[in-house]
């Protein structure tokens, strides 16, 4: 039996036409199709708001304060996430698991800040099915804790076990985390959409 | 075969009788005011300047990339 040994090539390096190495394009391929889907939620939420006789303002129903106190951390934490990749091409491990394990704690104030206000809602009776309102804020914030705790399932593996590979690949390993902020990123850049149409308009 | 026959008489079908393909999608029963149609019409759009910003960055990515071709063939 013959074994062939094959090496996947731009691993590391950049691939010369398109400059970019395969982890990161593949990424902008996946961005771009999030950002198709978060596009199609928002026409729905556009059409669901203009087509409505009556649609309540975001404030008189949800919590600015922490919808706001949630923007804060994530931004808080796409700074981390920024910091730990750049932690790793400086060669700084140490720091890199640290600024990692911040942005995973982020994460998590993130989710028990919006846990508390979906149970608050719940308390008040407030459900998907109670007006349109509600369905589109359950249906866009849903999809976007989704994608955090993708993100999170993502950054603990690389913080956890998937951080062996710093040690023996470290420039492969810090494409992958540099990929992994590309979509922390857009997550919290959704958050910031998500914020300013929900709460404040 | 009975595949490709049913696929082809539901397409004779809505040929024949097209009344899915005549409903317009703007104007709800030809109210052309309705709310509901000036609401569709907008995310229609908003979802049309989504896909023209995705589709601008496709682009510009193709350019970019035939670009570097042109230059790593000059420099080899």
Request: aromatic share 14%.
């Given at each position: 039996?013959?074994?062939?040994?094959?090496?996947?090539?731009?691993?590391?390096?950049?691939r010369?036409d398109t400059g970019l190495?395969?982890?990161k394009l593949g990424m902008w391929l996946f961005l771009a199709s999030e950002v198709m889907l978060f596009g199609g939620l928002f026409s729905t939420y556009v059409f669901?708001?203009?087509?409505?006789?009556?649609?309540?303002?975001?404030?008189?129903?949800?919590?600015?304060?922490?919808?706001?106190?949630?923007?804060?951390?994530?931004?808080?934490?796409?700074?981390?996430?920024?910091?730990?990749?750049?932690?790793?091409?400086?060669?700084?491990?140490?720091?890199?698991?640290?600024?990692?394990?911040?942005?995973?704690?982020?994460?998590?104030?993130?989710?028990?800040?919006?846990?508390?206000?979906?149970?608050?809602?719940?308390?008040?009776?407030?459900?998907?099915?109670?007006?349109?309102?509600?369905?589109?804020?359950?249906?866009?914030?849903?999809v976007?804790?989704?994608?955090?705790?993708?993100?999170?399932?993502?950054?603990?593996?690389?913080?956890?076990?998937?951080?062996?590979?710093?040690?023996?690949?470290?420039?492969?390993?810090?494409?992958?985390?540099?990929t992994?902020?590309l979509y922390?990123n857009f997550?919290?850049l959704v958050?910031?959409l998500?914020?300013?149409?929900?709460?404040?308009? | 075969?009975?595949?490709?026959?049913?696929?082809?008489?539901?397409?004779?079908?809505?040929?024949?009788?097209?009344?899915?393909?005549?409903?317009?999608s703007v104007?709800?029963?030809?109210?052309?005011?309705?709310?509901?149609?000036?609401?569709l019409g907008m995310a229609v759009l908003c979802l049309f300047l989504v896909l023209l910003a995705v589709f601008i960055f496709l682009g510009k990515f193709l350019l970019d990339m035939r670009k570097r071709r042109l230059?790593?063939?000059?420099?080899?």
């Amino acid at each position: 039996m013959s074994v062939i040994n094959t090496t996947i090539p731009y691993t590391v390096g950049a691939r010369p036409d398109t400059g970019l190495y395969n982890a990161k394009l593949g990424m902008w391929l996946f961005l771009a199709s999030e950002v198709m889907l978060f596009g199609g939620l928002f026409s729905t939420y556009v059409f669901l708001r203009m087509a409505a006789a009556h649609w309540p303002a975001g404030s008189s129903i949800l919590s600015v304060p922490l919808g706001a106190v949630n923007m804060v951390v994530l931004a808080a934490s796409s700074i981390t996430m920024s910091l730990a990749s750049a932690a790793l091409k400086d060669g700084k491990f140490d720091r890199f698991r640290t600024n990692l394990g911040f942005t995973i704690l982020l994460a998590l104030v993130f989710l028990t800040v919006k846990s508390f206000e979906y149970g608050m809602k719940f308390s008040h009776h407030m459900y998907p099915q109670t007006s349109t309102f509600l369905a589109i804020y359950f249906a866009l914030t849903g999809v976007h804790i989704l994608h955090v705790l993708g993100g999170i399932v993502v950054n603990v593996y690389f913080w956890g076990p998937g951080s062996r590979m710093g040690k023996t690949q470290p420039r492969r390993f810090a494409n992958r985390i540099e990929t992994a902020g590309l979509y922390w990123n857009f997550v919290d850049l959704v958050w910031i959409l998500l914020f300013v149409t929900l709460y404040l308009l | 075969m009975r595949v490709a026959f049913f696929l082809g008489f539901l397409m004779a079908r809505m040929v024949i009788s097209p009344p899915a393909a005549r409903a317009c999608s703007v104007c709800f029963l030809g109210i052309s005011d309705n709310p509901v149609s000036a609401a569709l019409g907008m995310a229609v759009l908003c979802l049309f300047l989504v896909l023209l910003a995705v589709f601008i960055f496709l682009g510009k990515f193709l350019l970019d990339m035939r670009k570097r071709r042109l230059l790593n063939s000059k420099e080899a």
